[in-house]
């Protein structure tokens, strides 16, 4: 199974901005689409953005459309998430997932997962 290392979690000020990134140890032509989500504790885990990894058609929620910005890099293995303009309830781990069918907003097709990052934003 590929593994997805994720990296660039920190402790940043609200108003901030941190790129997390998603490695897959090796390139699969089942992968539709890759994505992040969130989870804070307590809270249920939530989407965050997809990408698909052929088009590059993408797919945000709404709490985070027009600050996060979700890019790959087809031969790096990699996909990105560019956070700008941070808030405190931005604060949560951050997970990157592989997707090979489906809605690429569902968390449900998605079956391989990351060990996850935390972003901790401060007011």
């Known amino acids: 199974q590929v593994q997805l290392v994720e990296s660039g979690g920190g402790l940043v000020q609200a108003g901030g901005s941190l790129r997390l990134s998603c490695v897959a140890s090796?390139?699969?032509?089942?992968?539709?689409?890759m994505a992040w989500f969130r989870q804070a504790p307590g809270k249920e885990r939530e989407f965050v953005a997809a990408i698909t990894w052929s088009i590059g058609r993408t797919a945000y929620a709404d709490s985070v459309r027009g600050r996060f910005t979700i890019s790959k890099n087809n031969a790096k293995n990699t996909v990105y998430l560019q956070m700008n303009s941070l808030k405190p309830e931005d604060t949560s781990d951050y997970y990157c997932?592989?997707?090979?069918?489906?809605?690429?907003?569902?968390?449900?097709?998605?079956?391989?997962w990351g060990q996850g990052t935390q972003v901790t934003v401060s007011s």
């Open positions: 090796r390139r699969t032509f089942s992968t539709y689409a």
């Open positions: 997932a592989a997707s090979s069918s489906g809605r690429i907003d569902d968390s449900v097709n998605y079956t391989n």
